[in-house]
Nanobody, 128 residues
Framework: QVQLVESGGGLVQAGGSLRLSCLASGRTFSTYSMGWFRQAPGKEREFVAGISWSGISWSGIRTTYIDSVKGRFTISRDNAKNTVYLQMNSLKPEDTAVYYC????????????????WGQGTQLTVSS
């Protein structure tokens, strides 16, 4: 069982930066691939970024992003702190959403149903 708690959301002006954090409980954090999703009002939850688990030494840690955040967002993880981060730069009003952290065993997933564990979400609002 994994419990996830997001933090770091808030109100920021367009062009600004913010870092989201997701603290995971449990001693097996390093064996989970992690994802960040977001959901804007009236829209479906969408995948934003994912990072693989670090157990496969031959492949290294992999990351993946949706096109709209490539070059602006960076996902990273610190297994010693059981934490995954989402650094968000050059924020745009269309990034406004509730951001969710999620965990799954195995490879990175890009759809919500592939993830077993979810945080409660943190609100990001980007003003123009």
């Amino acid at each position: 069982q994994v419990q996830l708690v997001e933090s770091g959301g808030g109100l920021v002006q367009a062009g600004g930066s913010l870092r989201l954090s997701c603290l995971a409980s449990g001693r097996t954090f390093s064996t989970y691939s992690m994802g960040w999703f977001r959901q804007a009002p009236g829209k479906e939850r969408e995948f934003v970024a994912g990072i693989s688990w670090s157990g496969i030494s031959w492949s290294g840690i992999r990351t993946t992003y949706i096109d709209s955040v490539k070059g602006r967002f960076t996902i990273s993880r610190d297994n010693a702190k059981n934490t995954v981060y989402l650094q968000m730069n050059s924020l745009k009003p269309e990034d406004t959403a509730v951001y969710y952290c999620a965990a799954r065993g195995g490879l990175i997933g890009t759809v919500p149903v592939e993830y077993q564990y979810w945080g409660q979400g943190t609100q990001l609002t980007v003003s123009s």
